[in-house]
T-cell receptor, first 116, second 114 residues
């Protein structure tokens, strides 16, 4: 089955540690995204990538880093510079271009990060 | 001003009633609009997409778009307790805004009472 796999599902981090969240898709989508969701809030864009080896900052990129070395993979690193990292992290992917299927996001199951 | 605005709710309706969820957005040039449903602790799933003015129906769901008023809504007919969730409105802003990803509202929590 095609889809997006995020891991780990739950992650606990001590203050000052970097952690990396994995996101893999087998949908052959060009674009991939990372969103953050806080309780009772909508989704806020952290980073996105429209093509391999290229990515752009979203609205809340500070304290995060990404890479896009392969089309299928878009890992997110939450660095110690992120002051309030406890949140639900969602990875998504989409087709690019125009037409009814473009830009429709498919989400992974999410990773819940808690800072102890 | 928020770019995509929704009433946070909760919106409470009795089982079998019509639930009406509303969303306004800031940029008149926006072209693509989406409704996602999110159950507590889960990831969002696409319910409806709409691209042109008017109504679009899919089963019990109807999306309505009015670009002149910058308004998009979702109607759920014959509401069921299983429809209880948070509904997220998402908008694709114009390319010249520099945005390349969906912008989400904060969501409306719907409660369907048995």
């Amino acid at each position: 089955d095609g889809g997006i796999t995020q891991s780990p599902k739950y992650l606990f981090r001590k203050e000052g540690q970097n952690v990396t969240l994995s996101c893999e898709q087998n949908l052959n989508h060009d674009a991939m995204y990372w969103y953050r969701q806080d309780p009772g809030q909508g989704l806020r864009l952290i980073y996105y990538s429209q093509i391999v080896n290229d990515f752009q900052k979203g609205d809340i990129a500070e304290g995060y880093s990404v890479s896009r070395e392969k089309k299928e993979s878009f890992p997110l690193t939450v660095t110690s510079a992120q002051k309030n990292p406890t949140a639900f992290y969602l990875c998504a992917s989409s087709l690019q271009g125009v037409g009814s299927g473009a830009n429709v996001l498919t989400f992974g199951a999410g990773s819940r990060l808690t800072v102890l | 001003q928020k770019e995509v605005e929704q009433n946070s709710g909760p919106l409470s309706v009795p089982e079998g009633a019509i639930a009406s969820l509303n969303c306004t957005y800031s940029d008149r040039g926006s072209q693509s609009f989406f409704w996602y449903r999110q159950y507590s602790g889960k990831s969002p799933e696409l319910i409806m997409s709409i691209y042109s003015n008017g109504d679009k129906e899919d089963g019990r769901f109807t999306a309505q778009l009015n670009k002149a008023s910058q308004y998009v809504s979702l109607l759920i007919r014959d509401s069921q307790p299983s429809d209880s969730a948070t509904y997220l409105c998402a908008v694709n802003f114009p390319m010249d805004t520099g945005r390349r990803a969906l912008t989400f509202g904060s969501g409306t929590r719907l409660q369907v009472q048995p």
